[in-house]
């Protein structure tokens, strides 16, 4: 027995993390379709609410998102990118955003097209107290590449044990790629009155509001709601000092997890520019460092998740790198951070 758990210890633990591309961790996707998740959650508006669309002072809004994880683990790391658009017109925002989500080698891949609209509600003459609705609707393109798997039916014991890729598999899959609808919806308050001391926010969200079936092996297997709840206050301390306390709680299926945030905003009265800084905590996931700039028409944010789950002995506690790039045009205005505060 003692033989044989070093062999399972020595050649197939590190063959199936090589081939495999450590694919217990998205075989949750594959069987529940929980959703990827971002450290920068607030970063890409349009991910983490509809009503966030064209609510910003500026005439519209580009954004640029890349991240990267558990390098330290799997061959191919996984990653996620995404970019949208929107802008504000009159009460209206509208918008689009695209993302795309790959596990490993391209195994398991899942890419989405989105419309948005928002519309701000206004409750006061003085335009400080706004309640944001929006709405989401596009397509969501799931797929795996079937033949870079490998099974237990292909694993030859003989000479310290090995995968033939030529073997049958004895998996039948229905269908190697599908198209399923996706439609989200969310609301959004905010204070915005910019000699305030706080300017509070509060939100939520809700995702796959239709629940459609997706399935690569038949059955009836539905894309369970994914919801978050956030908020937070941006404290303005003096005219070069913010701070910006805020959390997001995210719920799908039996997932679930609570991120705060403490970032400092410092400006720098010469350069017309703010520094961004400061720490963030997943619970049971990653303590994360974020750094970042304002500056004119552009806002850069760099994160690196510190790996604190107990995958952290396999990983050496690394986690995953983020970076993003928002582009707002605006009518000449100096600094402070527009109204609807950057969550």
């Known amino acids: 027995m003692k033989k044989i758990t070093k062999i399972i210890r020595k050649n197939l633990l590190p063959l199936l993390r090589r081939e495999l591309g450590l694919g217990l961790l998205f075989l949750p996707s594959l069987l529940i379709g929980q959703d990827f998740q971002l450290s920068q959650y607030d970063a890409p508006p ?23 994880q558990w390098a330290a683990v799997a061959s191919k790391p996984f990653t996620t990118t995404g970019i949208s658009f929107d802008m504000p017109v009159k009460k209206f925002g509208l918008g689009l955003q695209v993302m795309n989500y790959r596990a490993g080698g391209g195994i398991y891949n899942v890419s989405s097209a989105l419309l948005s609209v928002g519309y701000d509600v206004v409750f006061d003459k003085e335009n400080n107290h706004h309640l944001a609705l929006g709405a989401q609707g596009g397509i969501l393109q799931k797929s795996v590449d079937v033949a870079s798997l490998t099974f237990g039916n292909q694993y030859i014991g003989a000479n310290g044990g090995s995968f033939d890729a030529g073997l ?11 198209l399923i609808p996706d439609i989200n919806a969310g609301f959004l308050y905010y204070y915005a009155k910019e000699s305030s001391r706080l300017n509070p926010f509060i939100g939520f969200s809700v995702f796959h509001l239709t629940e459609p ?3 690569f092996l038949g059955g009836t297997n539905k894309l369970p709601l994914r919801t978050y709840f956030h908020g937070g206050t941006k404290i303005n301390m003096n005219e070069k000092l913010q701070l910006l306390p805020k959390f997001v709680y995210m719920k799908q299926n039996n997932n679930q997890s609570f991120t705060a945030s403490l970032l400092l905003h410092y400006f720098l009265k010469d350069a017309d520019t703010y520094l961004i800084f400061g720490p963030t905590y997943r619970n049971k996931d990653a303590a994360i460092i974020e ?11 760099i994160s690196y998740d510190i ?7 396999a990983s050496g506690s690394r986690g995953g790198f983020e970076i993003s790039l928002t582009y707002i045009t605006r009518k000449s205005k100096p600094n402070p951070l527009a109204n609807c505060p950057r969550l």
Request: no cysteine; proline share 2%; net charge positive.
């Open 307 to 313: 790996n604190t789950s107990s995958l952290k002995t």
């Open 46 to 68: 349009l991910f983490l609410n509809p009503a966030m669309t064209g609510m910003f002072d500026g005439q519209y809004r580009v954004h640029a998102h890349y991240r990267t």
């Open 291 to 301: 750094a970042g700039i304002k500056k004119g028409k552009y806002i850069a944010r």
């Open 213 to 215: 079936t997706e399935a």
């Open 168 to 178: 049958a598999s004895g998996e039948s899959f229905s269908n190697s790629s599908f």
